[in-house]
């Protein structure tokens, strides 16, 4: 064990000591780390419009499902693990510069494994554009721990539970839904999720803004237009991913109710690793919901902006 440590700390000090060489390559490190990510996201929306206006709808299927796969990666079993592994960061650990800064517990990375995941499941319909969205991971990866918020272990760790996650959420979508049902079910039920997404994004962009007041800070600094847009991006993907088995499930269709205890369970999880994380911390005038120790608007957030959507759109679907 101390043998792997060992090695560890040791390919964490190569990388880091490329930082504080000069301006050019701390800023690169800052990009890559902080930025580049958003670069891909917005690549990776280019070129699914692309194959849209190439082929039709058809192809949109695949890349939504590599976008649950990135997300079940993320949000699922990586916060999953990081609920209970308390791994610190390099430089809070190691009391080191760093250009980087995330207080959240750094084992498994969580640009990394969100990446993987997409990368693996773009795989199987896009090769090509999938070794860039590898190569960008990896790329990620290695300016993070240049950044001193990760040891390269945390990047390993996320390479192989995004790859393995893709391979799963990929495998289980073809032998489920697309041999299971015919294609044409499947894009009605994507072009619905899709108008979740808008909806869920407009109510929650506004819902993050009206108790942004109830937050002290995001991440030690101050809370932003850009965080608050950024949060109700990753809500209505939450939601969006959440409106599939309301979806396909006769069952829970015909029970849009039980969307608000799945989400307000879906909040309150994400506040206890938030909260413990040191991620945000809330003001005192944030009412505290006895028992459960989270904040009132957060806890109901969720549940309450996912079912107006849920009930707005799925409704109307006559599967």
Known sequence: MAFWTNLDKSIFFFFHNLSGKSVIADGLIVFLGEYFIYVVGIIFVWVAFLDFRKIGFEPIVDYAVAVIAALTAKLVVGWGIESFYYNSRPFVELSLPHLLTDFSYSFPSGHTIFIFALATSVFFFNRKFSYFLFASGLLIGLSRVAGAVHYPSDIAGGMILGTVVGLLVHGIWYLLFV??????????????????????????????????????????????????????????????????????????????????????????????????????????????????????????QLGLTGYVAYRFFIKKQNI
Not at 195 to 213: D, K, Q
């Open 179 to 300: 041999r299971a049902s015919d294609r044409e079910n499947v894009k009605e039920n994507v072009k619905t999720v899709s108008f979740v997404f808008l909806l869920s994004f407009a109510l929650n962009f506004i819902w993050e803004h009206a108790h942004s007041v109830l937050y002290i800070h995001y991440q030690g600094g101050e809370i932003t237009d850009f965080v608050l847009f950024r949060a109700a991006i990753t809500d209505a993907l939450m939601l969006s991913v959440l409106a599939i088995p309301f979806l396909c499930s006769t069952f829970l269709r015909s029970r849009l109710w039980l969307s608000v205890p799945v989400g307000i369970a879906l909040a309150v999880s994400i506040e206890w690793n938030a909260l413990q994380a040191g991620w945000w911390a809330y003001h005192v005038a944030m009412p505290i919901i006895p028992l459960l120790g989270t904040g009132l608007t957060p806890t109901l």
